[in-house]
């Protein structure tokens, strides 16, 4: 199916790598112009790069308040009203619940939930009036199971499809669409130690049906189609893409 999102304006958070990079990558082939959001200029770069002209770069640390207001303004003037808006800026840190420090547990909570409220507040207006909208918020199959040292990770990431289900309903006599993408297992660089770790690995690849770990440009290729019109009626819920590991 050939997507247009031509001059339609995209916000995609942590843009720097992985999963972000590759959604980014999808919309601006579309049409869509990408604004490049996370904290690591150098590595968003070389997303702007992957994207061509359709993207640029606004470095801000979405668990300040304060900046993601500034972002919002930034994006604004340079790009114009936003109608698509990605969270996927996200962290895990695996340990025992009791090694936690209360900062970590907010770090994890603030970058993978917060951000997604603030870039949701900031945004959201844009959309309003349009008759067109989409929010798409990265949630996990850790939302629906979980597994020893991920309590920080899963609260962070349920609290977000909960999120998502809220505002949907909020936002749907606006036709603004929000949606959750539940990835499992991908080859990205936030898995690359359990990859790394060959009983780990293989722990993880004994756990998904298809055998492999996810492709990157596979999370793309659905936010594409969640932006697109043939999506339209698609609306709170979480789309699962995990190679079948939910399914067993």
């Not at 959604?23 to 590595?43: C, E, K, P």
């Not at 009203?81 to 970590?104: H, M, S, W, Y």
């Amino acid at each position: 199916m050939q997507v247009s999102l031509d001059n339609k304006i995209a916000v995609v958070t942590g843009a720097s790598r992985g999963l972000g990079r590759s959604i980014a990558a999808a919309l601006s082939s579309a049409g869509a112009h990408v604004a490049l959001v996370g904290r690591d200029t150098a590595s968003l770069d070389e997303t702007a790069r992957l994207c061509g002209d359709n993207a640029r770069v606004f470095p801000c640390d979405l668990t300040v308040e304060g900046e993601v207001t500034q972002l919002e303004s930034r994006v604004s003037q340079t790009l114009g009203k936003v109608q698509i808006l990605v969270n996927n800026a996200g962290v895990n840190l695996r340990k025992p619940v009791t090694d936690f420090t209360l900062d970590e547990w907010r770090w994890v909570m603030d970058t993978n939930l917060t951000s997604a409220f603030l870039c949701s507040r900031a945004f959201v207006p844009h959309m309003k009036g349009s008759g067109y909208g989409r929010i798409l918020n990265l949630t996990s199959i850790m939302s629906h199971v979980s597994l020893p040292g991920r309590c920080a990770y899963s609260s962070s990431k349920t609290g977000l499809l909960g999120f998502t289900r809220a505002l949907a309903m909020e936002l749907a006599p606006e036709h603004i669409t929000v949606n959750g993408i539940s990835p499992g297992p991908f080859a990205t660089e936030m898995n690359t130690a359990l990859m790394n770790d060959p009983q780990a690995n293989a722990m993880f690849l004994s756990k998904i049906p298809l055998g492999q770990w996810g492709k990157p440009d596979d999370i793309g290729s659905l936010a594409l189609y969640l932006c697109s019109d043939a999506a339209c009626f698609i609306t709170g819920t979480d789309i699962v893409i995990d190679g079948g590991w939910l399914a067993q």
